[in-house]
């Protein structure tokens, strides 16, 4: 299968690092691209640097993912197949999702790549996952996931659960991500199913 992920600024960087690592790992085609902001959130909450230079963070982050360099998209490069109805692939992930990109997809707007794939997706009726991380919610940000859900995007909220029993960060990570692969349809083993044990 093929994956289109889109990394923004909104804080969650370990959650886009497990899930492309997963989609990598598992054979997948995945393409990549970092909002303006997305990169330096991933140097900051990665590798300890919020003033990391943007290639250096992404460099880090292609290598720790094994996703191939020629996967990784600048946000305003459009020649991208995700840019595009008539390339075929099977979804778009945005996660983290800042609530600026949700307002621009909830808007029909868009002024970078992250913006066209969640677009194309949703005229394409191909899923589009949207990991939203923000709290408290204002009633504007409420209703732009409203927007976005009645649109056709699968919402999956940052928000790990405890009846898995985690005993680290990593555990919490996965219950998010593994959620997200279970609904895009991929193999996986990074969340255990539920059978009441």
């Known amino acids: 299968m093929e994956f289109f992920v889109g990394i923004t600024g909104a804080s969650g960087a370990p959650y886009a690092r497990r899930l492309v690592s997963a989609l990598v790992g598992g054979g997948h085609t995945v393409g990549v691209s ?40 600048a946000p305003g490069d459009y020649s ?3 840019a595009s109805g008539s390339a075929r692939w099977d979804a778009a992930i945005i996660c983290p999702c800042s609530m600026d990109t ?3 997809i909830a808007s ?14 949703l005229k394409e009726r191909r899923q589009l996952v949207l990991v939203p991380r923000e709290t408290p919610l204002s009633l504007i940000q409420v209703e732009n996931l409203e927007r976005v859900a009645r649109a056709g995007a699968t919402l999956v909220p940052a928000m790990p659960a405890f009846y898995t029993m985690p005993k680290t960060l990593d555990d919490m990570i996965d219950f998010v991500v593994g959620k997200v692969l279970n609904l895009v349809g991929v193999e996986q083993t990074v969340l255990q199913e539920w059978r009441g044990q």
């Not at 919020?50 to 360099?69: C, H, K, Q, S, Y």
């Open 34 to 73: 970092f909002s303006g902001s997305g990169a330096q959130v991933v140097g900051h909450e990665l590798y300890g640097n919020l003033r990391m230079d943007r290639d250096e963070a992404i460099e880090r982050f292609v290598t720790e993912t094994g996703l191939d360099p020629a996967n990784v998209w």
């Open 108 to 121: 029909g707007a868009g002024s970078n790549l992250l913006h066209r794939a969640a677009g194309v997706a």
């Open 80 to 82: 991208s197949p995700y």
């Open 102 to 104: 949700l307002a621009t």
